[in-house]
């Protein structure tokens, strides 16, 4: 399975902190995307780096990508209670028809 | 969210009855999901389709079935609910050629089997 990993399951900030959160996943991809998803909503797509990119930006938002570790990073910077959400990452299956999806990180702002 | 529907929005049901989830897109696109989320197992993959009557397995298959007749409508059937079934399902899209690229999701339907 190239099922990505999330870590840490869950992450408590204040408002204005910047929160990482981290993804590792088992084989080579060809890309890996960031969403996000509000309490009873559906998965809202965040950011997608490709295996020949290090890092990108979007915002607040900043995605690393290390594809010799097979890992990745999402930095939020300036967190707020909007940010309040699961954020899981995504990676490609072996035949590229379809995207797994990690357990993800829960994270919590407040105020 | 890329015009996707999901019918119904929720649903309770009763052990040993069969149930259909419709998704319905309005953009064209060919590769269409249905994933279920369940605390502590994330999202995980049941069937999905990449065109009209062609579908394969994901993960947690068993159980379900899928039809795609229209491009812009997949059902998942259960044809006997469980139990274990209850749970968040969503469908989603993915936007490029293949299947690797950004996903837009439904809104989901809450299934409870009892």
């Known amino acids: 399975s190239q099922q990505g990993e999330e870590d840490p399951q869950a992450l408590s900030i204040q408002e204005g902190e910047n929160a990482t959160m981290n993804c590792s996943y088992k084989?080579?991809?060809?890309?890996l995307q960031w969403y996000r998803q509000n309490s009873g909503r559906g998965l809202v797509h965040l950011i997608l780096?490709?295996?020949?990119?290090r890092e990108k930006h979007s915002g607040r938002l900043r995605v690393t990508l290390d594809t010799s570790k097979k890992s990745s990073s999402l930095l939020i910077t300036a967190s707020r209670a909007a940010d309040t959400a699961s954020y899981f990452c995504?990676?490609?299956?072996?035949?590229?028809?379809?995207?797994?999806f990690g357990k993800g990180t829960t994270l919590s702002v407040s105020s | 969210d890329a015009g996707i529907t999901q019918s119904p929005r929720h649903k309770v049901t009763e052990t040993g009855t069969p149930v259909t989830l419709r998704c319905h897109q309005t953009e064209n696109h060919r590769y269409m999901y249905w994933y279920r989320q369940d605390p502590g197992h994330g999202l995980r993959l049941i069937h999905y389709s990449y065109g009209v009557k062609d579908t394969d397995k994901g993960e947690v298959s068993d159980g379900y079935s899928v039809s795609r007749s229209k491009t812009e409508d997949f059902l998942l059937t259960l044809e006997s609910a469980t139990s274990s079934q209850t749970s968040v399902y969503f469908c989603?899209?993915?936007?490029?050629?293949?299947?690797?690229?950004?996903?837009?999701f439904g809104p989901g339907t809450r299934l409870l089997v009892l």
């Open positions: 995504a990676t490609p299956n072996q035949a590229g028809t379809a995207l797994i």
């Open positions: 989603a899209i993915n936007q490029g050629a293949t299947g690797q690229e950004t996903q837009y």
């Open positions: 780096i490709r295996s020949n990119e």
């Open positions: 084989t080579s991809i060809n890309n």
